[in-house]
Every structure is written in C-alpha cells, then in structure tokens.
C-alpha cells in the first residue's frame, strides 16, 4: 500500500500509509492522548505491550495509520484470520485521535482499507461496536457493513451502565 494525501474538510492535510515497525512509539504516544471521550466506548488501557503485540501482528493485518507532521493521528487495522477455516475472514477496527474527528479522517481510512482489502481478495470483514456509538454505526453502514447483531449488556462503561454490542459484517465479494 502506498501513501496518499487526503485533504480533511477543515481543510489540513494528512497523509494515509501502511503502518511500519518503527512506528511503535509514535503509535503508543497516539494511543496515549486519546481523550476519555475518545475511549469512551474503547477497551483501554493500551499499553507498550499491547502496541507491542499488534507489531508482532503486523503479518497478518493490512494496517493503516493517518499522519499529520511528525504524529500518527489514526490507526485502523484488518487483521486476517490464520485460522483455514476463517480463510478470507477479518477483523476490522479503527481509532481516530480526537483533535481529528468529524473532518471526514474516519470516512478516508475506511475507504482505503476496503480497498486493499478487496485488492487482497478478503470475502468478509467483520466488527463491533457499542450502539450507543452512532457515529461509528453510521460510518459503517455508509460503506455497507449491516447489523447482524446484538448483544445485551455486553460492555460495562465508564458510566458504571452496561451497554449493547453490535456485530456488523460486510461481504466483499
């Protein structure tokens, strides 16, 4: 995957790319800002280990992280089930820093990994969510994820309340 400019509404400019090893750092300190908004509906904490772990991931994944200056501003992943009976099969997942919401990041990151994951022949991606999340819901289903589910009182916030999950999945082929 190569790297692209993309020009967000509020007119900055940030530059998408495979995520590398020797992003590890600027990767944590990424993680390491996000608000408690932002973490909201999250499964923090993300520690050095955790980053750690998705590095030693990164042969099954199609990364993607969004750079503005010297800061890795977005990360997404897809990773790629080893299992041969989830062949083709994928997570989804993304996190966008706060000071980066809602100028059109989310919808340019999404974009391109549903390209390349088309371009490596995935048959089905697949997520969660809170419900509650509507923003990331809408998204979602802007790019043809559909419901498949919910699950009850699955996630306990912040707010001391459990809140619903909901599985989404997309065919790609």
Request: net charge neutral; proline share 3%.
């Amino acid at each position: 995957m190569g790297s692209t400019e993309v020009r967000l509404r509020d007119n900055r400019a940030v530059v998408l790319r495979a995520l590398l090893v020797e992003d590890s750092e600027k990767l944590f300190e990424m993680y390491s800002s996000l608000s408690e908004e932002t973490l909201r509906w999250a499964m923090p904490p993300y520690t050095r280990e955790i980053i750690d772990r998705w590095m030693n991931n990164l042969p099954h994944c199609i990364t993607l992280v969004a750079v503005y200056g010297d800061r890795i501003v977005g990360h997404a992943t897809v990773f790629k089930s080893p299992h041969p009976r989830r062949k083709g099969v994928a997570d989804f997942g993304i996190y966008i820093h706060q000071d980066f919401q809602n100028v059109g990041l989310g919808t340019a990151m999404v974009s391109k990994l549903l390209e390349s994951a088309k371009k490596e022949r995935l048959h089905r991606l697949e997520l969660g969510v809170i419900a509650e999340n509507t923003r990331a819901v809408r998204l979602y289903k802007k790019f043809g994820f559909e419901v498949e589910g919910v699950s009850k009182d699955w996630y306990f916030g912040g707010d001391g309340k459990y809140h619903d999950f909901v599985a989404m999945g997309l065919i790609l082929e």
